[in-house]
């Protein structure tokens, strides 16, 4: 009889290895079926219980120790990352910049991404006296620091001041420079500029315009001749790569922006479409 039981056993294990599965349904519609588990007086979800499903959880540093060789055959792997300040972004992990979901495309791991919520805007302004970075060829980088931030998650920025890209595509700039105080014709030719990955020579740059303000008061109509703004914005579309650095910069013909005490920056980055 026990022979028969052990045989009946090993049968039915075989069938229900290979038959679709169900948890708290005796009638999965899937391979793997997954219902809440029902009040037994009412016959809807207790109340009682936590409801849902749970992704592995871990750190990207505990990811980064994993030796495992993830290839096609991992492909949809899910897993969800609980802390990024340790670890790295080397190889597989490129993409895996913040908290969240992420699933293995096959090469590369991939966050998955509420589409209703853009996570690459960035939005900085930057006003008063402040210091440039100077580099060659007269240019001068303009280090946007936290307190600039208006917008935009912390890992967009770098404590050197620099956008990170946070994954390829092709992404939306728009960059304004103001100086008050000065005429644009005692600058020289000045330029705004963007440069990528801590290079000296911008990716794309574009001469400054010299604009006079006029306020309007209702009764006197001031002109504000005597306090000249000179400024210009340069709005621009780039293929970038996960993992780039965009830094604005400026540069004069003939005035120091060190003596120029009101200096302001504003600058907009976003994604609008993958490559």
């Not at 000179?230 to 293929?239: H, P």
């Not at 120029?260 to 490559?275: A, G, H, P, R």
């Given at each position: ?82 802390d ?19 699933y ?59 956008y ?12 304004e ?82 003596l ?16």
């Open positions: 009889m026990r022979k028969l039981f052990f045989v009946a056993a090993i049968l039915s294990f075989g069938f229900t290895a290979h038959a679709q599965i169900g948890i708290n349904t005796t009638s999965p519609k899937m391979t793997m079926d997954v219902e809440f588990q029902k009040d037994p007086l009412t016959g809807g979800p207790d109340n009682s219980k936590h409801i849902g499903l749970k992704a592995p959880t871990l750190t990207r540093e505990q990811l980064t120790q994993n030796t495992a060789i993830y290839g096609m055959d991992q492909s949809g792997a899910l897993v969800y990352i609980t990024v300040n340790g670890g790295d972004m080397l190889g597989q992990r490129v993409n895996m910049n913040s908290k969240g979901y992420y293995f495309d096959g090469n590369v791991w991939k966050k998955m991404i509420d589409t209703n919520r853009n996570t690459t805007l960035f939005k900085a302004f930057k006003t008063g006296t402040w210091s440039l970075l100077s580099l060659t060829g007269g240019w001068n980088r303009v280090s946007i620091d936290a307190a600039d931030k208006q917008m935009g998650a912390a890992t967009l920025l770098n404590a050197n001041g620099e990170v890209v946070p994954s390829d595509g092709i992404y939306q700039i728009k960059y420079f103001r100086i008050q105080g000065i005429n644009a014709n005692l600058l020289g030719k000045s330029y705004l500029g963007l440069i990528k990955n801590g290079g000296s020579v911008p990716i794309e740059d574009k001469q400054m315009d010299s604009v006079t303000l006029s306020l309007n008061l209702g009764i006197i109509n001031l002109d504000l001749a005597d306090v000249p703004v000179s400024g210009t914005i340069m709005n621009t579309v780039l293929e970038l790569n996960s993992g780039d650095l965009i830094s604005p910069v400026f540069k004069t013909g003939a005035v120091s922006l060190g120029l005490t009101n200096k302001q920056v504003s600058i907009y980055i976003y994604k609008i479409s993958d490559m």
